[in-house]
C-alpha cells in the first residue's frame, strides 16, 4: 500500500514527475561519462600495454618509448645478453624512423618501423602473411591508400629524403606482403614494419646495430620490476620501464583530466541530489493535508517517511536507469569525436564502460536520492498533526 | 443492556502559546461517555469543540487532566503508542472527507487496514463489507473525484470503522454537505449507534445534534449543559 501510494504520488503530475526524471538522467549520465572519462584512457592505455605481451620497456637512459629520435647501440649484443637472462622470455627489439615513398604526385611519408617478426606488438596483421624476409614489408591501411600499393606489389622505398639534393637515401625494393594494424598508431597513419635489419641498413651508418626500443616478456613468475632494476643496474645506457611504471607514467599526466571529471562528477551528482530533494518537497508540501490526515488515521511515522523516501529512490532509479543508456550513447559520440585526435591510437578509447565503476557511480546517485527523500519525509513525518488539519481546513 | 463507559475525561486542559501569552482552548473540562452513546459537542465556533474531539482521538495530548479511553489512559501516550491507538482505538470522520485521491474507495477502506497488518484478502472482504454498510457496494473502484460529497463521506466513516474502533469521532461530518446529503449522513450515523456504534460528533448542525442521543454544549472550552434527548435504556 506505501508503494502504491509512493507511486501514485509521482504520478499525480507526471509532466513535472518526468521532467525531473529527464533532469536526473542528464546528470546520471554526466557522471556516468566522468566515471568513464575518469578511467577510460588509463584502462585503455592499460589494454594497449597487454596487449602487446610486454611486461618492460627498454629505452634509451632518460627517455620514454619513442619520445624521442634517440637509439642504443650495439642491439645485438644486448639482446644477446638480454635473452640469456633465465628471466627473460622474449625480447622484441624495435627501431624506429621514417620512410619515403615516391608517388605521381610527389612523395609520402610515413613511420618506419624495425622489427624482430617473431618477438613484437606493434601491428596485428590484417591481410597478407607476416614479415618472413628481408625485402618484405608490412603496411597499414592509410598507406596503401596514400601510395596507391596493393598487397603483392612491389614498391621502392626510402630510410631518408635529402631536400637539398632531391635525392633518397637508403633506398630498398621491397614487396608488400602484409596489411597491418598499427596498434600504437592513429588509423589515418602511414605505417610501414620491414625486419630489423632491413630498416637499420637503411638507415646508413647512423642506424647500423641500433634499436629505439627493446620489448621485454619476463616470465610468469618473475617479478618485472625487480627484472627492471637488475637491467638499469648492469646496463647504464638504459631506462627499463614497466607496465605499472608506464601505467603510473601515463596517471600523472592524465590527473588534469581525472581531476576534471571528479569535479564535473561531483557536480552531477549533487544536480541530481538538488532536483530530488526539490520535487519530494514541493511534492510533500502539496500532500501536507494528506500526509496529516494518515498520521491522524494512524499511518505510522516509519510508513510515511518509507513513502516519501522511497519516491526518492523511484526518481532516482528511473533517473539513473534513463541515464545510463544516455550515458553510454555520448560517451560513445563523444569518443567518436575525440578519436578524430591526430596522433591517437584509433582504438583508443577515452570513455570505458567498466561496469563495476559505472554501477558504483550509479548506485551513488540512488543513494543520494534516498538522502534528498530524508529530510522532506522527516519534515512530514514530525508534523503536528492537529495544527496542520486546522490550518489544511482553513485553507 | 449493560451501560458502561467506554470514554472518561477527567479536568481536561489544553493550553496554546499565543503571541507570547499562554491561551486555553480547553479549561477543566470534564466528560463520560457510555458505551453505545451517540454525542452531539455543540457551541460556538472557538469554544473549544474540534480541540476536545483532537485531544479525544490522541491527535493532540492535553496540558493537563486525564482521558480514558476504553479502559486506557490515552492522554499521556508517547507518539508510537498514540498512533498505534489512533488506528485501532478510535476511528476519524472529518469535515473534508480527506480521501487519499489517488486511492480507490476500497482501498481508501483498506488503509488502516493495511497499516494494521491485516491480510490483504481479509481487508479486501471487510472493505467491500463496510462499502456495503454505507450504501457503496457499486463503488468500490471510484476513484474519490469520481464520487460525491456524500459518497465520499460514506466512505470516510467506512475507512474510520475499518479496524473496529471503540469509539468513533466526527467532526463536522455535515459541514460539506447539502441538506439533502446531510440528512442522509445523519441517517447512516443514527444507523451506526443503532447497531451499537459509540460516537462523539462536533457540529453546528442543529439537526445532527437533534439526532444525537446526547448533546453537550460548551462555550469558552467548558461544558455549560449537558442534555440527554434518548437514554441508551430508551432504545435498548
Known sequence: MIARLAIAALTRRRARTALTVAGVAVAAAMLLDMVMLGSGMRESFRGFIDQQGFQLRLTPRGTMPFDSEATVGGATALVATLRADPDIVRVGPVLGGKHFVAVDTGVVAGFLLGIDPAAQGDYRL???????????????????????????????????????????????????????????????????????????????????????????????????????????????????????????????????????????????????????????????????????????????????VSQIVLEGVALSLAGATLGLGLGLVTARWLNGILATFPGLPAAFDFFRFEPGAAFRALGLLVCCGIAAGVWPAWRAATLPIATTLREEAVA | MTVTPVLSAQSIRRAYPLAGRSVEAVRGLSLDVMAGEWVAVVGPSGCGKSTLLNLLGAIDRPTAGRIVIAGRDVSALGDAEATRFRLTGVGFVFQRFYLMPTLTAAENVELPMAEARMPRAARSARARELLAYVGLDGRAEHRPFQLSGGEQQRVAIARALANRPALLLADEPTGELDARTGAEMIALLDRLNHDGTTIVTVTHDEELAQAARRVVHMRDGVIVDDVVRRPLEATA
Open chain 1, 126 to 304: 590484417e591481410a597478407g602473411h607476416d614479415l618472413a624476409a628481408a625485402d618484405e614489408i608490412v603496411v597499414s591501411t592509410a598507406w596503401l591508400a596514400a601510395t596507391g600499393r596493393a598487397l603483392g606489389d612491389t614498391v621502392r622505398v626510402a630510410g631518408g629524403y635529402d631536400p637539398q639534393l632531391r635525392r633518397a637515401t637508403g633506398e630498398r625494393t621491397l614487396r608488400i606482403v602484409g596489411q597491418g594494424r598499427f596498434q600504437m598508431l592513429a588509423a589515418s597513419d602511414r605505417a610501414a614494419a620491414v625486419p630489423l635489419a632491413t630498416a637499420q641498413a637503411m638507415g646508413g651508418a647512423d642506424r647500423a646495430d641500433r634499436v629505439s626500443v627493446l620489448l621485454v616478456e619476463t616470465r610468469g613468475a618473475a617479478d618485472a620490476e625487480a627484472v627492471a632494476a637488475r637491467i638499469e643496474a648492469s646496463e647504464a645506457r638504459l631506462t627499463a620501464l614497466s607496465t605499472e611504471a608506464a601505467l603510473k607514467f601515463v596517471d600523472e599526466r592524465l590527473g588534469y583530466f581525472r581531476q576534471l571529471a571528479f569535479i564535473l562528477a561531483s557536480v552531477s551528482l549533487a544536480v541530481g541530489f538538488l532536483l530530488v530533494t526539490t520535487l519530494v518537497t514541493v511534492s510533500v508540501n502539496e500532500r501536507i493535508g494528506e500526509i496529516a490526515v494518515m498520521r491522524a488515521i494512524g499511518v505510522a511515522r516509519a510508513r510515511i
